[in-house]
């Protein structure tokens, strides 16, 4: 199977099915129908057979989906069969907290260390990983393959960050910094901009309000 | 000028314009061209026009936009224009890490309060704000204005957490548990899913790499 012919709409729905399923596979459902696994996501069954098909034959008519074998593959597809190792770079509060949340590592993405330049920062340990000094970046890189790096740094370093990250040779960036990173073409990004999610919500607020709900 | 018209893209797209014309703003920039915006947000022209225009004439052909002027308008258009005040339930990682986030309150999001169970963490104070027994969330929301309640509780209690809050009179609700949450059409969601976006980036790498990059 090609997964360049997915297209982006159905990929943001992935982790979706994969949770969704992950949850029925906890509670012992072997089988599915599309028409059930659609009322429990409140999407319409057709859009469930559209985004599943894309992955060739998992659901047979009338007899609906193997649970299991739909997880497994879609966790194939999304590359959460093999475990990935992650840095945080910036151990203030919201790198503490990945840190300490432990959904992370049940997904399989294990974090190796945090990394920072506040001196009281460093040597200190959350949740058993250790927060390093920048300057031991490139000897931490050269010794551990790392897939992905958190950047959880204030805005203004943030730029600065990401490409000494490139530069040593990481694929993968997970940016909550509130600026934008211009990373060449081979790197992977995911952006979580907190703060504009924020104003999102705000505005739906002032929407709903406007709507006289 | 009525709201409804505009876009669900459109909105998408508004924080970060919000966002770069306030750096604008902040490095005494007072017009710039629809040409010189896109080369920086790295959007095309023509769209930064169309989705201005959603908003009325703010440009003028060959003299650009004001700067303070747009910054105010689409600040308005957000709701950014009054304070909102904002609960946060669930005092753990995540919640601490937000009662101790600069940003929120520099965009006008005022934490009032943390809430949680535990007893370890009631009467805490982070940044200042304390943390506050769930008994206690009627009583504080009778007596406090509260716009917007961010749910950083895990994901089995959160259904039932975000059912409080509408009951107690929430408009809107920031949910980071890792569930999908049902609530009345008259309450604005919005979800971060921390896990969610990091499988999507752990697709982007495997698809970049098979892409042989």
Same mark, same amino acid.
């Given at each position: ?17 994969y ?18 696994l ?18 060739g ?10 649970? %299991?074998?739909?997880?497994?593959? $879609? #966790? @194939? ?5 093999e475990?990935? +190792? /992650?840095?945080?770079?910036? *151990? ?6 990945f ?15 945090l990394? %920072?330049?506040?001196?009281?920062l $460093? #040597? @200190? ?7 390093? +000094? /920048?300057?031991?970046?490139? *000897?931490f890189?050269e ?13 203004d ?12 040779? $990481? ?9 934008d990173l211009s ?25 709903k ?5």
């Amino acid at each position: 199977m090609n997964n360049g012919e997915i297209s982006t709409a159905v990929i943001k729905r992935l982790p979706r099915y994969y949770r969704y399923l992950g949850e029925l596979l906890n509670n012992g459902v072997v089988r599915i129908s599309s028409k059930e696994l659609s009322e429990r996501m409140g999407v319409t069954a057709s859009q469930i057979r559209q985004d599943l098909n894309n992955f060739g034959g998992f659901g047979q008519q009338g007899y609906g989906y193997n649970v %299991d074998y739909l997880h497994g593959e $879609i #966790g @194939r597809i999304l590359g959460l069969d093999e475990k990935k +190792s /992650m840095i945080i770079v910036g *151990a203030g509060h919201l790198g503490q907290a990945f840190a300490k949340y432990s959904d992370f590592v049940k997904r399989g993405f294990v974090i190796k260390a945090l990394f %920072d330049i506040d001196k009281d920062l $460093i #040597g @200190r340990t959350f949740n058993g990983i250790k927060v390093l +000094s /920048m300057d031991d970046l490139k *000897a931490f890189l050269e010794e551990t393959q790392v897939d992905i790096a958190a950047i959880t740094v204030p805005k203004d370093p943030a730029p600065k960050v990401a490409n000494e990250l490139v530069k040593l040779g $990481i694929k993968a960036i997970w940016n909550f910094a509130p600026t934008d990173l211009s990373l060449p073409r081979e790197v992977a990004l995911e952006n979580v901009h907190l703060t504009e999610s924020l104003m999102r919500l705000s505005y739906k607020l002032k929407a709903k309000e406007s709507e006289g709900l």
